[in-house]
């Protein structure tokens, strides 16, 4: 191995940890030197550390991959910026805003990087989408509808997903945070909530599995309405951004599973000025490949080595979206412990 490269830890590794690991392998930038699950795999390629406190205070390591249930996201990120580690987590932050607050304290005394795993800033699609609309050439944003949707079978609640000690929410916290993100990402900040939130099939106290909110920035008057949902039994992706010239529609997201369909996107320019629009220019885009673990974790070691400030998924990102998320739950009357009022 180079010497240059950054000595890695991983803690937790299920599928998300060997998701990271072997985008830390292709980017060349990074070398696995110990990860920990308490489930081990009977074939890994890499040293068990007993504990993670031997992942924490190893002086060898440089860099550690949070990959952990939800509940252990929050106090381990403040040990490994406290150790003097740079931290790479998976969503979510915590499980409130107040919580990520102390972990923005301990990142500002530590001195270290932090980064959080929004992936989805990172598909092909939204980084064109992202340059169209920043080009100004469609006009400003007037609004955003969001739809993230998938199924989940009776073995979901044999997990600790199912569990609300361990995962702090329902779909909204688990997948719904990511559209979130991304409404975040092209409109930069929202004022006005408006939610509902339920358990209309599932009943499992505090893991909503319905969240339909509604978001505006009263600075410049965009609007998004979101739907995230476990009850969605064929899974679906879909992002449609509407702005003065025209419009983005994306439908599906290339993942390993395929189960959300092929990445497509549909930029189409208004050929007259409303009310009545006609169509015109019309350019059709294909994602084949998920670039989008790479390109996160390059961004990751980039910023790490040139001491550059995290420009996707940095600690402010998190508060901005957890505040949000709080006030989700608290608009649609929704306990995280036991469920609606």
Known sequence: MSSNKFKCGIIGFGKMGQTRAKAIHESGHGEIKK?????????????YADTEEEIINDPE??????????????????????????????????????????????????????????????????????????????????????????????????G??????????????????HMLDLFLHFAGDFHDVQAMVSDIYWNVPGIEDNVFANFRNNETGVVASLHSTMTQWRHLFSLEIFMEKGHIVLNGLKTSSNSYGNEEMTVERNRHIGPAIEWGEKQVYYFENDTSWLSEIAHFFDCVSNDRPIQQGCSEDALRLMKIVDRVYAEGNWSRQSGGN
């Open 160 to 177: 600790w997903r199912a569990d609300k000690n361990l995962v702090g929410g329902g779909i909204f916290l688990d997948q719904g945070i």
């Open 61 to 158: 390591i440089d860099v550690v991959f949070l990959c952990t249930p939800n509940f252990r996201i929050q106090p381990l990120t403040i040990a490994l910026l406290e150790a003097g580690k740079h931290v790479f987590s998976e969503k979510p932050p915590a499980f409130n805003a107040a919580e990520v607050e102390e972990v923005i304290e301990a990142e500002k005394k530590s001195g270290k990087k932090l980064m959080y795993g929004f992936n989805h800033r990172h598909h092909g699609s939204i980084k064109r989408a992202k340059q169209i609309v920043d080009s100004g050439e469609y006009g400003r944003i007037l609004w955003m509808r969001g739809r993230y949707g998938k199924s989940v079978d009776r073995d979901f609640f044999k």
């Open 35 to 47: 990860v920990f699950d308490v489930n081990r795999l009977p074939d890994c390629e890499f040293p």
